[in-house]
């Protein structure tokens, strides 16, 4: 769960990360509810970039996803 209730300044915004397959059911939904996720090839986990323009609507997203797929939301700084 997401504990900041208001955006605020981050010198250094973290993206949020499920580790994910690629490909599939899960990465599919993903993507319909949250269109800006990428793969990160790097990584080998799906990211979302934070945008402090679309706080908190992109966070309780995030967490109604996590949640309803019983996942952890990781939070990555580069």
Do not use: C
């Not at 605020?8 to 990360?17: G, L, M, V």
């Not at 993507?31 to 609507?57: G, M, N």
């Amino acid at each position: 769960m997401h504990h900041a209730k208001e955006a605020h300044d981050i010198r250094n915004p973290p993206r949020h990360a499920f580790v994910l397959p690629r490909e599939g059911p899960l990465a599919e939904a993903l993507t319909a509810l949250l269109p800006e996720a990428y793969f990160s090839e790097e990584h080998q986990e799906w990211r979302i970039d934070w945008d402090p323009k679309s706080f908190p609507v992109q966070g309780q997203k995030i967490d109604a996803f996590a949640t309803e797929h019983g996942l952890e939301i990781f939070h990555r700084y580069k």
